[in-house]
Nanobody, 124 residues
């Protein structure tokens, strides 16, 4: 059983930075995909960034150049460094993992395990 616990959310001003953390227990870095999704009111949950077991990292277009995904396998922690934050980045950010597919499925419905989410609010 994989358990994911997010932390690091908060309120920042436009242009600010935050680092989200996801502590993953039961996660197998050699076989599982893990990543971040986000959801804001009235929108569908969307992929932010994911990393597959072979280290392939994928970013959503809005995340490229501003967000950096990294993983500390020794501590089973996934990080999302976010900079240049915009009001449209305001959302609940979720950590998700799944090991049933080759590579990362990218579609939220195909991720079996989810954390409880951490809120990010960007104000102008």
């Amino acid at each position: 059983q994989v358990q994911l616990v997010e932390s690091g959310g908060g309120s920042v001003q436009v242009g600010g930075s935050l680092r989200l953390s996801c502590a993953a227990s039961g996660y197998n870095a050699n076989s599982d995909c893990i990543g971040w999704f986000r959801k804001s009111p009235g929108t569908e949950r969307e992929e932010v960034a994911t990393i597959s077991s072979d280290g392939t990292t994928t970013y959503a277009d809005f995340a490229k150049g501003r967000f950096t995904l990294s993983k500390d396998n020794s501590k089973s922690i996934l990080y999302l460094e976010m900079s240049g934050l915009k009001p449209e980045d305001t959302a609940t950010y979720y950590c998700a993992a799944d090991g049933r597919f080759v590579g990362c499925p990218h579609v939220p419905a195909n991720f079996r395990y989810w954390g409880q989410g951490t809120q990010v609010t960007v104000s102008s």
